[in-house]
């Protein structure tokens, strides 16, 4: 390669920082296609930016991310207005080391990422900017366009709106994991006893196919509905089905397959050692990238 072929330093640094673009902007939006146009459009503004200008890079990078996620945020509104059925957040097969990262994979959970959604665009930006990334106010302030005390008061109120709502405590992945195997096992076997031996007496399950794929039009609460709701179901559908655990938003799930062709993707909320929480996402749309693993990183 020639000399005049490398990149040059805006898009060196631009790639060195993609993937915390990424994750900040799916951390506020919830959809990975909308996160990649949000990095498009990063991109295009950085590229206009006189690099000596800019003290510190990162955080100019992510102020840009962050004002056009903002942006997407209000349109996004919109569209789950009119949305069929429940709305989840578009699984990502992610790699090891995001479960790793127990703070990142418990930001980027199904269940955190639904607690999100009740907060306004501009409590989620300063949420996950601060709780998340650990941005200073005055840098926030800068990609929210509000005062520095400003955004302390919001970021406190988000803090506390996400405390009463977030699941219990952190979970480790050795649980998680022996959580998922238990309620594999259950579910491929059929064995209802087993199903609610691992489901939460209060277990609320939430499917979303988006008008497209057959889902359930509410949740469901409750072990016994649920389980006798999965096992209706899976009789149904019987050989064809196959399960695969795999590590989605940083937490074991399972992907499920009907005649090889993916179907579902599934992902548990485990507080105790027991399911509390299922979410099945089907619209086809929201599973495009599930077979490639996606970089999450802070």
């Known amino acids: 390669m020639g000399e005049d072929s490398r990149p040059g330093p805006a898009t060196e640094v631009f790639v060195a920082h993609r993937n915390l673009l990424f994750t900040v902007a799916y951390e506020m939006l919830g959809s990975a296609a909308d996160a990649e146009d949000v990095l498009q459009e990063t991109w295009l503004r950085w590229m206009t930016v006189d690099l000596g200008t800019v003290r510190d890079q990162r955080a100019y990078l992510v102020q840009i991310a962050t004002r056009q996620a903002l942006n997407r945020l209000r349109t996004l509104g919109r569209r789950k207005e009119s949305y069929v059925g429940p709305w989840l957040p578009e699984p990502l097969l992610t790699t090891p080391d995001v479960a790793e990262d127990v703070e990142l994979a418990d930001s980027v959970s199904t269940?955190?990422?639904?607690?999100?959604?009740?907060?306004?665009?501009?409590?989620?930006?300063?949420?996950?900017?601060?709780?998340?990334?650990?941005?200073?106010?005055?840098?926030?302030?800068?990609?929210?366009?509000?005062?520095?005390?400003?955004?302390?008061?919001?970021?406190?109120?988000?803090?506390?709106?996400?405390?009463?709502?977030?699941?219990?405590?952190?979970?480790?992945?050795?649980?998680?994991?022996?959580?998922?195997?238990?309620?594999?096992?259950?579910?491929?076997?059929?064995?209802?006893?087993s199903l609610l031996d691992i489901l939460a007496p209060d277990v609320v399950a939430v499917g979303d196919g988006g008008g497209v794929k057959r889902a359930m039009p509410r949740p469901v609460v409750g072990a016994d509905k649920v389980a006798r709701l999965l096992a209706v179901g899976l009789d149904l559908v019987g050989a064809a089905?196959?399960?695969?655990?795999?590590?989605?938003?940083?937490?074991?799930?399972?992907?499920?397959?009907?005649?090889?062709?993916?179907?579902?993707?599934?992902?548990?909320?485990v507080e105790g050692g027991l399911v509390t929480g299922i979410y099945t996402v089907r619209n086809p749309e929201k599973l495009s990238r599930i077979e490639r693993e996606t970089t999450l990183s802070r």
């Open 111 to 193: 269940a955190m990422l639904l607690v999100m959604e009740t907060l306004t665009p501009v409590e989620r930006a300063v949420f996950v900017l601060r709780e998340v990334f650990q941005f200073g106010y005055d840098e926030i302030a800068e990609a929210v366009g509000k005062s520095s005390p400003a955004v302390r008061q919001i970021a406190h109120r988000a803090r506390a709106h996400v405390a009463a709502r977030r699941p219990l405590g952190a979970v480790s992945p050795a649980e998680s994991r022996a959580a998922l195997e238990a309620f594999q096992r259950a579910v491929e076997t059929g064995d209802l006893q």
């Open 241 to 269: 089905l196959s399960l695969e655990a795999v590590q989605v938003n940083g937490s074991p799930a399972l992907l499920l397959r009907l005649d090889g062709e993916i179907d579902s993707v599934m992902t548990l909320r």
